[in-house]
């Protein structure tokens, strides 16, 4: 299994530009998450996927769009690039409770993006 | 909402000694999961401990352990025999137990930097 992957690993955008991050997962899992890393600031929730067809907002989400049309796929959308979106974006993703989930969720290896 | 405080923005330890890290939380469930991450300077997110609420006993993984005091909302990290592969970015991350368990709350992150 190739576990989570993203693609890219290094984007360099001008302000205004759109781009699409993608996830990937093999793994078969049904939740899917996207977070953004900030120095001081930890991982904060942008958006979520409990499955295809179904995506909700987390804790940061202007800016930036989802959807899922497939359980493999969870692609984060940025349609005006801000420097404010200056970030680390890391993908993952779990089992759910209900498929006897432990509650570990799984990283991508991030994609750093800057906007000038 | 959750909240989960790192107070030790940076800490050093000689190779071969213990360390610990703090973690408080502040949450007014009674069932929920309480994690350790590792980031390397890799950047991959790994999953180093996990602790469940329900669960008195204090999880341990190898040369990692957890001090988890559910009344005071606190959950600390001790690594024994540090080594240098343990210099590395560590995050206290919270989730609530039943149907949010993808959704991650990080702390702010510690570094930590095991000096030979």
């Known amino acids: 299994n190739a576990g989570v992957t993203q693609t890219p690993k290094f984007q360099v955008l001008k302000t205004g530009q759109s781009m699409t991050l993608q996830c990937a997962q093999d793994?078969?899992?049904?939740?899917m998450s996207w977070y953004r890393q900030d120095p001081g600031m930890g991982l904060r929730l942008i958006h979520y996927?409990?499955?295809?067809?179904?995506?909700d907002q987390g804790e940061v989400p202007n800016g930036y769009n989802v959807s899922r049309s497939t359980t493999e796929d969870f692609p984060l959308r940025l349609l005006s690039a801000a420097p404010s979106q200056t970030s680390v974006y890391f993908c993952?993703?779990?089992?759910?409770?209900?498929?006897?989930?432990?509650?570990?969720?799984?990283f991508g290896p991030g994609t750093r993006l800057t906007v000038t | 909402a959750q909240t989960v405080t790192q107070s030790q923005p940076e800490m050093s330890v000689q190779e071969a000694e213990t360390v610990t890290l703090s973690c408080t939380y502040d949450?007014?469930?009674?069932?929920?999961?309480l994690f350790w991450y590792k980031q390397p300077p890799s950047r991959q997110m790994i999953l180093v401990i996990r602790?469940?609420?329900?669960?008195?006993q204090n999880a341990t993984e190898n040369r990692f352990s957890v001090n988890f005091q559910k009344a005071a909302k606190s959950f600390s990290l001790k690594i024994s025999d540090s080594q240098l592969g343990d210099t590395a970015m560590y995050f206290c991350?919270?989730?609530?137990?039943?149907?949010?368990?993808?959704?991650?709350?990080f702390g702010k992150g510690t570094l930590l930097t095991v000096n030979p």
């Open positions: 993952a993703s779990s089992y759910s409770i209900l498929a006897g989930g432990a509650y570990e969720q799984y």
């Open positions: 793994m078969n899992h049904e939740y």
């Open positions: 996927s409990v499955g295809a067809g179904i995506t």
């Open positions: 949450t007014s469930e009674n069932n929920y999961y």
């Open positions: 602790q469940e609420a329900y669960k008195q």
């Open positions: 991350a919270f989730a609530n137990s039943g149907g949010s368990n993808y959704k991650l709350t």
